[in-house]
Structure formats: structure tokens, C-alpha cells
């Protein structure tokens, strides 16, 4: 089996690279599907969250309020921290669960947006970057998923710097260019990986 890790600031395309892996073979643990798994209605975690940071982080429905919560915690950093000791060990659990249940010669690839901010990069064998000037990051959460430009600058300032995110690369695919672009640079990667 090989682990990999894959990283990428927020608006530089990890979840499409992520895409095109799966779609070539790889197993994806994603943790942001893992992160909403562990906070759904129900769960110990969604109640560990409310106990935290109060019952206007839930939806009427009784499902966990993603904007509510966001402004809670991007831009303070103690929330942040509160946030993610009740969230990481679950994912880090969930996540150790799906990578045991592949097989010996899979390309396992961890999906991990904080993979530089909280020092994993030591846990793989491989970790890829997706790689993005930071201005075209803004621009593609403003124009592409909505996002005022301050939010957006609050989350991409709540994650790792584009230096630190590199310096922890052995892989970089730069997604600054088009589509084909990036999916020929995936490709390239995958036959890296494999061969």
C-alpha cells in the first residue's frame, strides 16, 4: 500500500485532483467528507460541538449550521483550536478505519486540507500539493463559490501559507492554468506514483 497525502490551500483545486485520482484508481479518504460524517445529527461529535459552541451552530433541522459555525471560528484562532480538538481525533479515526480496509496494492490518498498546519506530512510516503497563487484562490472563492471577499480572506488567513504548504511537498501539481492542463499534470503524477 502507498499513503499519500494530499494538500492544498482552499480555492486551488484539491477536491478536483482528488476527483481525477479516484477516477484513475486511487482510494480517497476525504477528510472534509469524514469531518461532516462525525458531526452529523446524532452523532458525539455534533453534540461535543454544541457543547462547545452553543445551539445557534444548529440548523432547525437539528444538522450542524456550516456558515453559523464558520463565523464563529475563522479569524479567532482559540475557537479555531477548540473546533478542532473536537473534530481531528474523529476524523484521524475514521480515517484509519477506511485505510485498513484497502488492499495491499492500493494507492491510499488522504485527502487532508490542514495537512501543513498540523504537521502530518511525516505520516506519508508522498505528499502532493496543489498549488495556486493566492490571488487566483481569491478570485475562485469569490467568483466561482460565492464567497465575500473578506470570509474568504479569513479562511485562506486561518490556513497554512502557500511556503509553508511547498515546503512540505514532494509532489507539486500547479492548478493555475486550465482544466487540461491540470488533468494532464495528474496523470503525469498517477504514472509517477505507480510505476
Do not use: C
Amino acid at each position: 500500500m502507498l499513503r499519500i497525502g494530499l494538500t492544498g490551500g482552499i480555492g486551488a483545486g484539491k477536491s478536483e485532483v482528488s476527483r481525477q485520482l479516484a477516477a484513475l484508481g486511487a482510494v480517497i479518504v476525504d477528510s472534509d467528507l469524514i469531518a461532516r460524517e462525525v458531526v452529523a445529527p446524532g452523532t458525539d461529535g455534533l453534540r461535543a460541538v454544541v457543547a462547545e459552541f452553543g445551539p445557534e451552530v444548529l440548523q432547525p433541522d437539528g444538522s450542524l449550521d456550516r456558515p453559523a459555525l464558520g463565523r464563529l471560528v475563522f479569524g479567532h484562532p482559540e475557537r479555531l483550536a477548540a473546533l478542532n480538538a473536537i473534530v481531528h481525533p474523529l476524523v484521524r479515526a475514521r480515517s484509519a478505519e477506511l485505510e485498513a480496509a484497502a488492499g495491499p496494492e492500493d494507492v491510499v490518498v488522504h485527502d487532508v486540507p490542514l495537512l501543513a498546519e498540523n504537521g502530518l506530512a511525516p505520516l506519508y510516503q508522498q505528499v502532493l500539493v496543489v498549488d495556486v497563487p493566492d490571488g487566483i484562490r481569491l478570485d475562485r472563492l469569490v467568483r466561482l463559490r460565492g464567497m465575500a471577499a473578506d470570509e474568504a480572506e479569513a479562511r485562506m488567513a486561518a490556513q497554512a501559507t502557500r511556503e509553508d504548504r511547498l515546503a512540505v511537498a514532494d509532489i507539486v501539481i500547479d492548478n493555475s492554468g486550465s482544466l487540461e492542463d491540470l488533468t494532464a499534470r495528474v496523470h503525469q503524477v498517477w504514472e509517477q506514483l505507480t510505476a
